[in-house]
């Protein structure tokens, strides 16, 4: 069922004149916008990655992914039952999450006809407790009944792998490595590597060889 954070959000990008759940060959489109096709997707990149290579292929598309960066929690009793709960969730988000879907997205981004936009959002998640087949139910396991949006602090725009460079600090050693980029950027180095590995995966780095066991990289030209 449709989420109201993704009915939301295809409301935010339909224009007056859009066309919404279109049928394009064995596709069906979000929004379509003049000649743009516009993707709305809260789950993995990964899910859409065939579709979009083969979108692009011909049609200019606006990959929508919103990112959560702060999230209310609200409990029900039951599914349509009384609120029994609501807190926010201590885990927080950042832009720096767009490199966990990345990870899966690097053979289709960057391409000429595709644009990535990525709202950054807090939401609230209605949930309800489940009722699995195990034996001994864990006490957190929920049904996430509704995610709906709260609030929205900007939208970031990506085209080309310099807009992804933006995303990493300019004053970085040349050449660097991920114990630098970690370092610089306040994250794990795990984190950094996975930084690391898609911006060379996109040719936004060079890969420039090795300093003992540590690959190094520099911005491409």
């Not at 069922?1 to 409301?11: A, G, R, T």
């Not at 859009?18 to 899910?47: F, M, N, P, T, W």
């Not at 598309?61 to 919103?66: E, F, Y």
């Amino acid at each position: 069922m449709e989420s109201s954070l993704h009915k939301q959000l295809k409301e935010l990008y339909a224009d007056k004149g859009a066309e919404v759940e279109q049928k394009l060959g064995r596709y069906r489109i979000d929004v379509v916008c003049d000649d743009e096709l516009i993707e709305i997707q809260h789950g993995s990149l990964a899910a859409i990655r065939d579709k979009v290579a083969d979108l692009t292929t011909k049609h200019r598309v606006l990959v929508v992914k919103p990112l959560i960066i702060c999230k209310r929690l609200v409990k029900l009793k039951s599914q349509g039952g009384r609120i029994v709960e609501r807190r926010l969730s201590p885990k927080r988000g950042s832009i720096l999450d767009l490199f966990d879907e990345l990870v899966y997205f690097t053979s289709v981004f960057p391409h000429p006809n595709l644009t990535l936009e990525v709202p950054l959002v807090d939401i609230e998640e209605w949930r309800y407790p489940g009722h699995g087949r195990r034996r001994y139910r864990r006490q957190n396991d929920h049904v996430v009944d509704d995610q709906k949006l709260t609030k929205l602090h900007e939208i970031r725009r990506f085209q080309t792998r310099r807009d992804l460079l933006s995303l990493i600090p300019s004053n970085l050693p040349d050449p660097f490595h991920t114990g630098h980029l970690a370092e610089a950027m306040n994250v794990s180095r795990s984190k950094a590597q996975q930084i690391a590995y898609c911006l060379r995966k996109t040719a936004a780095l060079d890969d420039c060889g090795k300093q003992v066991n540590a690959r190094l990289y520099r911005r491409a030209a």
